[in-house]
């Protein structure tokens, strides 16, 4: 595939390229070309002229050529299904869920700009009574979308069609594993109408892509989502310019089952929250801290469970879930498996990587002086269980961790999990469920080296805009 550019598919200015792969096979599906920094500068000078086409159109208008758009992307729903299998790693039942959720979500947010109102402060609250202010919300003008890899369609959702919505033009950059779901919704924005100028995608290196995208003095807006260390790259490439960033980041999110949980529902939340995308899931449970008076009870339960999953290839349809990402990712978790050992973890199931790609259900009994009990962000198939006595306990372990993205507690006593959802430091806390949970309309974000800015519903729509205040001078004299 190609980039876009203006609504032209183009290749990147050098001629690079580079193969995008099926992780359960590592076969070649395609190929992308590595942008260089004069073709990211085109992209960003392109959205800068479309914006000003795009954000004359008429909101009603542009809300219903983002409706032709939800149309068209719901007849690909196949296409899209087996093109994400292929080269996300999702199974087709996960690949298809994320899907319809997506084209849910999109339509949630053309729903919402409609109701998407300015206001009238109050007259007459200060000594200039007879003057009339009024504050309205306008498009930032050209909004970087980094996408990150696990949620291609989703994530687009959130970023994209927001921004598009209310008025800006976009410079979307998928992740180098995942372009090709991407490539495919930006070309259907602009067969559905969308002013060729305002979509641009561009493909290549996070490192060099990313960089000189959120350094651009003419990016007026970046939404990212992906690690914390890349975020605060961004930020820093984009703090020069005071180019406004909202950042959706890491995170290690703590689930607190108390002693009162219903252990078959409890265990349900979290084998579910975790083995989902192969854990690849940045809200996903990461920790279960689980009280000791039934944790030995806990682990035989899990282990049951964790016995039922069946790691596979993405077509198969006895596989519960896929590869991850890469075999770099893979390894990667592989290790922090055996650093988890070396730190006084004791494997109870699992433990293992196969087929390169492949992380078996890994089950580890962990002590809450290890990494993984903190810091440690695990994106794999891993539960680690820490044990804790008192609920103050394990608030104190929950919140020890540098992140704070979500988190949830399972229980039966309504007001101790009230507590523990008051006093856990994170951006979410489900209440009797797993920390993955995404609502449309919620203002989804973290705490700490979680990151800043909310996503989701009306506070996307927010973020997508800046306020202007008309003041109207003796209106009411």
Same mark, same amino acid.
């Given at each position: 595939?190609?980039?876009?550019?203006?609504?032209q598919?183009?290749?990147?200015?050098?001629?690079?390229?580079?193969?995008?792969?099926?992780?359960?096979?590592?076969?070649?599906?395609?190929?992308?070309?590595?942008?260089?920094?004069? $073709?990211?500068?085109?992209?960003?000078?392109?959205?800068?002229?479309?914006?000003?086409?795009?954000?004359?159109?008429?909101?009603?208008?542009r809300?219903?050529?983002?409706?032709?758009?939800?149309?068209?992307?719901l007849?690909?729903?196949d296409?899209?299904?087996?093109?994400?299998?292929?080269?996300?790693?999702?199974?087709?039942?996960?690949?298809?869920?994320?899907?319809l959720?997506?084209?849910?979500?999109?339509?949630?947010?053309?729903?919402?700009?409609?109701?998407?109102?300015?206001?009238?402060?109050?007259?007459?609250?200060c000594?200039?009574?007879?003057d009339?202010?009024?504050?309205?919300r306008?498009?930032?003008?050209?909004?970087?979308?980094?996408?990150?890899?696990?949620f291609?369609?989703?994530?687009?959702?959130?970023?994209?069609?927001?921004?598009?919505?209310?008025?800006?033009a976009?410079?979307?950059?998928?992740?180098?594993?995942?372009?090709?779901?991407?490539?495919?919704?930006?070309?259907?924005?602009?067969e559905?109408?969308?002013?060729?100028?305002?979509?641009?995608?561009?493909?290549?290196?996070g490192?060099?892509v990313?960089?000189?995208?959120?350094?651009?003095?003419?990016?007026?807006?970046?939404?990212?989502?992906?690690?914390t260390?890349?975020?605060?790259?961004?930020?820093?490439?984009?703090?020069?310019?005071?180019?406004?960033?909202?950042?959706?980041?890491?995170?290690?999110d703590?689930?607190?089952?108390?002693?009162?949980?219903d252990?078959?529902?409890?265990?349900?939340?979290?084998?579910?929250?975790?083995?989902?995308?192969?854990?690849?899931?940045?809200?996903?449970?990461?920790?279960?801290?689980?009280?000791?008076?039934?944790?030995?009870?806990?682990?035989?339960?899990?282990?049951?469970?964790?016995?039922?999953?069946?790691?596979?290839?993405?077509?198969?349809p006895?596989?519960?879930?896929?590869?991850l990402i890469?075999?770099?990712?893979?390894?990667?978790?592989?290790?922090q498996?055996?650093?988890t050992?070396?730190?006084?973890?004791?494997?109870?199931?699992?433990?293992?990587?196969?087929?390169?790609?492949f992380?078996?259900?890994?089950?580890?009994?962990?002590?809450?002086?290890?990494?993984?009990?903190?810091?440690?962000?695990?994106?794999?198939p891993?539960?680690?269980?820490?044990?804790? $006595?008192?609920?103050?306990?394990?608030?104190?372990?929950?919140?020890?961790?540098?992140?704070?993205l979500?988190?949830?507690?399972?229980?039966?006593d309504?007001?101790?999990?009230?507590?523990?959802?008051?006093?856990?430091?994170?951006?979410?806390?489900?209440?009797?469920?797993?920390?993955?949970?995404?609502?449309?309309?919620?203002?989804?974000g973290?705490?700490?080296?979680?990151?800043?800015?909310?996503?989701g519903?009306?506070?996307?729509?927010?973020?997508?805009?800046?306020?202007?205040?008309?003041?109207?001078? $003796?209106?009411?004299?």
């Amino acid at each position: 595939m190609k980039m876009i550019i203006g609504g032209q598919f183009v290749d990147a200015s050098d001629g690079a390229t580079r193969e995008v792969l099926n992780p359960g096979t590592q076969e070649v599906i395609d190929t992308i070309p590595m942008a260089t920094q004069e $073709d990211v500068s085109k992209a960003v000078a392109t959205a800068k002229e479309g914006q000003k086409i795009w954000s004359d159109v008429a909101l009603h208008t542009r809300i219903d050529i983002l409706k032709k758009y939800h149309a068209l992307f719901l007849a690909h729903k196949d296409e899209f299904v087996e093109l994400a299998a292929k080269e996300m790693g999702k199974t087709t039942a996960h690949a298809e869920a994320e899907v319809l959720n997506s084209a849910d979500l999109g339509l949630y947010y053309i729903d919402a700009a409609r109701s998407f109102k300015s206001e009238v402060l109050p007259v007459g609250d200060c000594a200039n009574e007879a003057d009339m202010n009024i504050v309205v919300r306008e498009p930032h003008g050209v909004v970087a979308c980094i996408v990150p890899f696990n949620f291609p369609f989703e994530l687009f959702h959130h970023k994209v069609l927001p921004a598009l919505v209310m008025g800006n033009a976009v410079v979307i950059k998928p992740a180098t594993d995942t372009p090709l779901c991407n490539i495919k919704m930006a070309e259907l924005l602009v067969e559905a109408g969308v002013e060729p100028k305002a979509v641009n995608i561009i493909t290549g290196s996070g490192g060099k892509v990313g960089n000189w995208l959120s350094g651009n003095p003419d990016v007026d807006f970046i939404t990212f989502t992906g690690s914390t260390e890349v975020g605060k790259t961004v930020a820093a490439n984009a703090a020069p310019n005071l180019t406004r960033v909202s950042l959706e980041l890491g995170g290690n999110d703590a689930l607190i089952v108390l002693e009162d949980a219903d252990l078959d529902y409890a265990v349900s939340e979290v084998v579910g929250g975790r083995a989902y995308c192969a854990g690849q899931v940045c809200c996903a449970n990461k920790r279960q801290l689980v009280q000791n008076s039934i944790k030995e009870k806990f682990i035989e339960k899990m282990i049951e469970a964790l016995k039922k999953e069946k790691p596979g290839k993405q077509f198969d349809p006895s596989s519960t879930y896929g590869p991850l990402i890469n075999e770099g990712a893979a390894i990667e978790v592989e290790n922090q498996i055996k650093k988890t050992v070396e730190q006084g973890g004791k494997i109870l199931y699992g433990g293992k990587r196969f087929d390169k790609t492949f992380i078996e259900p890994t089950l580890i009994d962990t002590p809450k002086t290890a990494d993984i009990a903190k810091d440690m962000e695990v994106f794999g198939p891993v539960w680690p269980i820490i044990g804790f $006595d008192t609920v103050d306990e394990a608030i104190e372990i929950a919140n020890a961790s540098v992140y704070g993205l979500s988190g949830g507690v399972i229980g039966q006593d309504i007001n101790k999990c009230m507590h523990v959802a008051k006093r856990l430091d994170s951006g979410a806390c489900i209440v009797n469920g797993g920390g993955d949970y995404r609502g449309p309309g919620q203002p989804f974000g973290g705490h700490k080296n979680s990151g800043y800015g909310n996503e989701g519903g009306v506070y996307t729509l927010l973020e997508m805009t800046q306020i202007k205040s008309i003041i109207m001078r $003796d209106m009411l004299k």
